[in-house]
Structure formats: C-alpha cells, structure tokens
C-alpha cells in the first residue's frame, strides 16, 4: 500500500454522459473524503464517510452527484448528466480517526474534462 | 462562516531571502489550522500543522488567535521550496478541510 490512489486519472466526457470515479485509501483508515478544485482555486470540501456512513455533503453536492463507500474501503463518486461546469479535478484524501493526528492524505486526483 | 484567505496568489523571492506566505482564517471556535504543499507533479501533502508546534523543512507557521492568521515562514529560501502552498483550517477532530486559493510560490536562483 503505498498511499491513495484513484482511478481514472483523466476522464474525458460529453456533456449529459455519467462519469464514476473510484478511490481507494490506505489499508485501515476509517475517514474517505471527496473534494473538487478547479483551476486556479484551493480544494472544496464534497462529501465525506466514517466507515461506511456519509457523515457530511456540501452544499456544491447536487442530485446528479452521488458518492458511496460500501464496506467502509474503497469509495466510488457518480456524477449523472454532466455539465462543462463538472470540468474539474477531483481530490480523495484519508485519514484515520482516532490517532490524534487527523491527517489527510490526498491521492493524486482524477481529471474530468466535459465537452 | 468558515473561510480562508490567503492574500498572494503568487509570490517570487530569491533563494537564501526570508519567505513569508500569508494566511488569514475566519472560524468561530478553535479551528485547527495546516499548511499543505503541492510540488511539481506530485499530490497534495501535508506541511505542518499548528498543533504539533514543529519547524518542516525549515518552515515555521505560528497561530495568532488575536489577528486570526496562521502565516507560513522560512529565514532562508532554497530552490526546491518552490511550489504551490494551501493555508486551511479544519473543526476539532478530523473534520474535512476549508482550504484557501493558495500561493504559488517560486525561488529565484
């Protein structure tokens, strides 16, 4: 195991097709977060899980945007029906609660380009 | 509202001069505050952290809860400290994180 990964890295996409990106984070750790950066922003905040729970969405999380963590590992995030507006790069990160640490360690992303 | 601002999008120094990247938070509690790097090609990592109060890579940041900033130092800049640097604050106990728009940060030789 030798961090986060996510697949795809680069997503390309027409618009209205649905897009599924999975991530799978290091061996043990309890908390899988999603966020989105687009360019020149810092990243924000989607969803995140506790296991197999959805603890919390943002409000930049709308109806076609769907994410799960069945079993408490890997996580898959859904998004139906893109818009050029999805054209992002999408961040998962770990962390293990419960170390006192609480840090957040990011995988490399995967880029999705809507035409 | 929770927020964070870091003021320079972009900041360019020579190497061996002091570096001084800027944070401001907006957070009403006792937020905890990081710094996260991205370097060339690579993924998004952490820096440091206020709680652990420890100096990485030369870098210091010290809390300021009276100005609400969390500024990210360095007496002496080398080459490889270029590259993007993110402030970003999170709730007590493993919350997700409010990141600022970060500051790409590039040493002259």
């Known amino acids: ?115 | 509202a929770q927020r964070v601002t870091q003021p320079e999008k972009l900041l360019s120094v020579f190497k061996g001069a002091p570096v001084e990247l800027k944070c401001n938070y907006s957070y009403s509690g006792s937020p905890e505050l990081f710094w996260y790097v991205q370097y060339s090609r690579q993924r998004l990592q952490l820096l440091l952290r206020h709680i652990s109060r420890e100096s990485i890579k030369g870098f210091t940041a010290d809390l300021n809860k009276g100005e609400t900033s969390f500024h990210l130092k360095k007496p002496f800049a080398q080459e490889e400290d270029s590259a993007m640097y993110y402030c970003a604050l999170s709730g007590q106990g493993a919350q997700k994180l409010v990141f600022g728009q970060g500051t790409r940060l590039t040493i002259n030789p």
Request: aromatic share 12%.
């Open chain 1, 1 to 115: 195991d030798t961090g986060v990964s996510q697949n795809p890295r680069h997503k390309i996409t027409k618009r209205g097709q649905n897009v599924t990106f999975r991530c799978d984070p290091i061996s043990e750790h309890n908390r899988l977060y999603w966020y989105r950066q687009t360019l020149g922003q810092g990243p924000e905040f989607l969803t995140y899980f506790q296991n197999e729970a959805q603890l919390e969405k943002s409000r930049l999380l709308s109806d076609r945007f769907s994410a799960e963590r069945p079993k408490g590992s890997f996580s898959t995030l859904e998004i139906q029906r893109t818009e050029q507006g999805d054209s992002a790069m999408y961040l998962c990160a770990s962390s293990l609660l419960g170390t006192g640490t609480y840090e957040q360690y990011f995988g490399p992303g995967t880029r999705l380009t809507v035409t």
